[in-house]
Antibody, heavy 122, light 107 residues
């Protein structure tokens, strides 16, 4: 069974950093496009960052460009999101999600993690 | 970035009703659009991909159509478990963008 499990969320002060992890099982992490999506309390879904399945190109929303870094360690079957210079407005549940098609650059997300809560507050 | 305009933002309907939700893209996205259902406290769940393909395990009362800029999600006969929030997502290019969501409530 394909599964994603996020971890690393928590309370961080404004301007602080946090690294989220997403452990994959049941499929080869290196073969699929992966993304991070967040949802602020009571708000809609916002795509944050993605990494392609083939070649590992990385992509970011304008709002996080230069502050967030997506990466993956295929040997550990883990996707990461390094978040720096966090703001209060980035308080949200952060989900990792898997693209449907092997070796795709981007596509629909067929598997989602349960989410990890990030709270940015002083 | 491509903007996805979803409507309506909320909708009240009854069990058995037929419901249509629309998404419009600010530029052509071929058929690179998916529809997701999200229930409170849960991760989104893929219903439709490539605009009209039903994801495995999703009931056939859900259907999608459209290409280019205009897309629809139709629920043919609402069931109690369908009351949730629905989102469209374009995966034509990065940055990927979601619609604002449609909250489907019981009338």
């Amino acid at each position: 069974e394909e599964q994603l499990v996020e971890s690393g969320g928590g309370l961080v002060q404004p301007g602080g950093s946090l690294r989220l992890s997403c452990e994959a099982s049941g499929f080869s992490l290196s073969s699929y496009a992966m993304s991070w999506v967040r949802q602020a309390p009571g708000k809609g879904l916002e795509w944050v960052s993605g990494i392609s399945g083939r070649g590992g190109s990385t992509f970011y929303a304008d709002s996080v460009q230069g502050r967030f870094t997506i990466s993956r360690d295929n040997s550990k079957k883990t996707l990461y999101l390094q978040m720096n210079s966090l703001t209060v407005e980035e308080t949200a549940v952060y989900y990792c999600a898997k693209g449907m098609v092997a070796n795709g650059e981007r596509d629909a997300f067929d598997i989602w993690g349960q989410g990890t809560m990030v709270t940015v507050s002083s | 970035a491509i903007q996805m305009t979803q409507s309506p933002s909320s909708l009240s309907a009854s069990v058995g009703d037929r419901v249509i939700i629309t998404c419009r893209a600010s530029q052509g996205i071929r058929n690179d659009l998916g529809w997701y259902q999200q229930k409170p406290g849960k991760a989104p769940n893929l219903l439709i991909y490539a605009a009209s393909s039903l994801q495995s395990g999703v009931p056939s009362r859900f259907s999608g159509s459209g290409s280019g800029t205009d897309f629809t999600l139709t629920i043919s006969s609402l069931q109690p478990e369908d009351f949730a929030t629905y989102y469209c997502l374009q995966d034509y290019n990065y940055p990927l963008t979601f619609g604002q969501g449609t909250k489907l409530e019981i009338k």
